[in-house]
Structure formats: C-alpha cells, structure tokens
C-alpha cells in the first residue's frame, strides 16, 4: 500500500510502501482514504521546520485534511456503516490522567501538549490508501457534500472559532447587530472564516496579498465580502480605509500582519488568531498602545486551534449551509486536484487556492 512520507533525519519526502492496516479493536472502522488537502503546515513539515514521526519510526505519513469511505466497520459501531463518506478528525488527547480536558474528549484544550496528531505530530497522517480508525475519530458527511467535503476540515478552525465568538458576545448588555469584521490572509482557512462571518449577515473584509482583480478577490466578491489588497494599501492604512470593525480574524500565521491590524478593532471588539508563525523573525509592535487598547476598550484576545469531533460536526453543517448560499464559491475553493505521485511538486510550487490529491473515486 502506498502512502507520502518525510523522513526527517534524512531530510527526503517520498512515495513509500507501508502495510496493509488491521482491524483490532472493537469500535475499529477501516476507511478508503477518497481526497487530502494540501495546506501550509504540510509545506512546512516537507521543509523539515517541524514534524515529528511516531515513536519507533523514523519517517511520517503526510496529511490531515481527510476525506474517505468506509469500507468495514468493528462490530460495536453504531453510526458508521460501510459506503458513509467521512471526514477524520486529527489530534489525539494525551495519557495523562489530569488532563481533564484530554479525559473530556476535547484534546483542542489539552493542558499538557502531549497530544498526537495525525500527518503532523507523533502519529501517521492520511496520504495513504487505507487507515484504521476508532469511531469517535470518524465522523459522517453528507454524499451531497462529496465533491466539497475535503473542506471539512480547515473549516473546523472557523467553525470553531464562530463557537466561541457566540460565547465571547454573550457578554454584551444588548443583542449585537450590525457586526463589521475583517479577515486577514486570502487562504483557504481566511476565505472560509470569511464565508462563516458572511453567513451570519457580518460585513467582511477580505486582506491579503493578492492584487484586486485576482481570482481569489473575485471569490472574495462573489460571497458578499469586499476585497482589500495589501498591494494598496498598507497593514496601518487599513482602519482608515475601512474603519473600525467588531472582529478581526486572523489567518496569515504573521505576527507583523496580525498585531499591526489590531488598531483596526473597535471597542469591545474581538481578534481571533489562527495563524502559527514560523518563528525566528524578531519584530517591533506598540505593545504599551495593544494592552492600554485590550484594557481600556474592553477588547477580547483569543488563539483557536480545531480538534473535536464536535467542531467537525459544525463545520459540516456549515459547509452545507455554504452550498446553499453560494455554491460556485465554495466549489472554487479548491482549484487543483493531482494524484499522489504529484505531492512533492505541489508542496514545492503551491498554486491557486486549495490543492487536492485524490487517492481513490
């Protein structure tokens, strides 16, 4: 069977052959891995910044953005049966028993960082043929969704994040309407977080790199947001050209990107990070202006980071709910699919929005 792993000490990514998974316990499903996303993380660990294989081995399989079919179920499965189409979640709680987070099933609020996650961190990803999974870890889609359900999960970060948005809000002594926010980075996470804000009557603003006549702003348009290209205007240029906003997303992983577009929050406003810089890069900030802002304005700061089955059930409600509102848009996120052997020269010269590599029909 053939999977796409990196060999870290060896600094080499190939196509390798690995065995055939078993079934063994119980509650075991056995999924065809159907489609895998491609995103930055994976780019990251095939240039060997990070990715960590699992004990015992001395390479990773890639890839955790999964979609697959099930083709046998263990005989206490109770919500799988073989033909569901499935998204796979990817982290798995730590072992130790004080975790209470890990022990509650929400390993996304692990104290400990000893957690595992599949394609990135201690345990093979889904750049393979066939996997074997524990039921809690498989969730179902929707066959409607299947030509969109590799989406699933980078729109867990957003679905997640719109979670505790809700929380965040409760604390206003009104009901709050009118909300304006500002998503940065044009990627496939930025562009569904912008999707999600939309959904939810918000006006959005889109920032990235691209120029305004781009494919990505014409998407950006298409869903009722409006485009900002950094090409015209600049990160501190930003709240004067479209004011102050309710919430700032952030999806460039660039803390220069991220902390300069603070003053664009109102008071009371909230700033979500999403992004993970790479690190090494020593930058100058107005920290005395962000904590007298966060203070005096009443401002809320918060990372999210997708893990639970529970943020993969959201997103798929929302990916359907996108289909409904705008089809073509959530279709045209995924611009390149590419088969396996393809991985290397995707990962070297990225293209377009969101890439795919399908392994099975």
């Not at 999964?66 to 046998?72: D, I, S, T």
């Not at 595992?116 to 066939?130: F, K, V």
């Not at 999403?274 to 809320?300: C, F, Y």
Request: aromatic residues 6%.
């Amino acid at each position: 069977m053939r999977a796409m792993a990196v060999f870290p000490n060896r600094r080499e990514l190939k196509i390798i052959d690995v065995p055939v998974p078993v079934r063994q316990g119980e509650r075991d499903v056995m999924v065809r891995i159907r489609e895998v996303g491609i995103c930055g993380t994976d780019r990251e660990i095939s240039e060997f910044h990070y990715g960590t294989p699992a004990s015992g081995t001395d390479r990773l399989v890639l890839g955790h953005e999964a979609l697959g079919e099930v083709v046998e179920v263990g005989p206490s499965v109770r919500t799988l049966a073989p033909g569901d189409l499935v998204a796979l979640t990817v982290r798995r709680p730590c072992n130790v028993p004080e975790c209470l987070a890990c022990r509650a099933g929400r390993s996304d609020f692990c104290v400990t960082g000893k957690f595992s996650e599949r394609g990135i961190h201690g345990a093979d990803g889904y750049l393979t043929e066939l996997v074997v999974e524990d039921e809690h870890y498989v969730v179902r889609v929707p066959r409607v969704l299947a030509d969109v359900a590799v989406l699933v999960e980078p729109l867990t970060i957003a679905a997640k994040a719109a979670v505790d948005l809700d929380t965040i809000l409760r604390r206003y002594p009104w009901e709050p309407m009118g909300l304006r926010a500002l998503v940065l980075g044009g990627g496939p996470i930025g562009l569904l977080a912008a999707m999600t804000l939309v959904a939810r009557n918000v006006k959005t603003f889109v920032y990235s790199l691209e120029p305004a006549n781009s494919d990505r702003a014409e998407l950006t348009r298409s869903i009722g947001a409006e485009y900002v290209s950094a090409r015209d205007t600049s990160v501190a240029d930003l709240v004067s050209r479209i004011g102050a906003v309710d919430v700032v997303f952030e999806a460039v992983g660039t803390a220069k990107v991220a902390f300069g577009a603070v003053s664009c929050l109102a008071p009371n406003g909230v700033f979500i990070l999403s992004g993970v810089p790479a690190g090494g890069k020593t930058i100058e900030i107005d920290l005395d202006g962000i904590m007298r802002d966060i203070v005096l304005k009443n401002q809320v700061l918060f990372g999210t980071v997708n893990a639970s089955r529970a943020s993969f059930e959201a997103a798929i409600q929302k990916l359907e709910q996108f289909m409904g509102l705008f089809p073509a848009a959530i279709r045209g996120l995924i611009t390149h699919r590419a088969k396996l052997e393809d991985v290397p020269e995707l990962l070297r010269h990225p293209s377009g929005i969101k890439q795919v590599v399908v392994l099975a029909s």
